[in-house]
């Protein structure tokens, strides 16, 4: 069965930072895509960064470049999103996904995930 199980989340002033880690199991794929995604309360959930297992590729929502880093560890399968200079509207919930297949054309849109944790709280005060 296929898990994926985020950590990390908290409550940080702005400018602050915090690490999300996104363990996943039950599965073997090897050249599939990784993300993390957000919603926030009466927005639609969308698309944060994203990351290729098989190349290391990455894919940013233009609003977290330069202040947002996703990676990948492949011996503990889990994937990263290391978030710096933390600002009031990147609050929301935060999701991993997986595909099961490379990120080609998916990168940052959710219809192409089928696999998603349970989400862990990101709340950033001014």
């Known amino acids: 069965q296929v898990q994926l199980v985020e950590s990390g989340g908290g409550s940080v002033q702005a400018g602050g930072s915090l690490r999300l880690s996104c363990a996943a199991s039950g599965y073997t794929y090897h050249n599939n895509c990784m993300g993390w995604f957000r919603q926030a309360p009466g927005k639609k959930r969308e698309g944060v960064a994203a990351?290729?297992?098989?190349?290391?590729?990455?894919n940013y929502a233009d609003s977290v470049k330069s202040r947002f880093t996703i990676s990948h560890d492949n011996a503990e399968n889990t994937v990263y999103l290391q978030m710096n200079s933390l600002k009031p509207e990147d609050t929301a919930m935060y999701y991993c996904?997986?595909?099961?297949?490379?990120?080609?054309?998916?990168?940052?849109?959710?219809?192409?995930?089928?696999?998603w944790g349970q989400g862990t709280q990101v709340t950033v005060s001014e």
């Open positions: 996904a997986a595909t099961p297949w490379p990120c080609g054309g998916t990168w940052l849109d959710p219809r192409g995930y089928n696999r």
């Open positions: 990351i290729s297992v098989a190349s290391g590729s990455t």
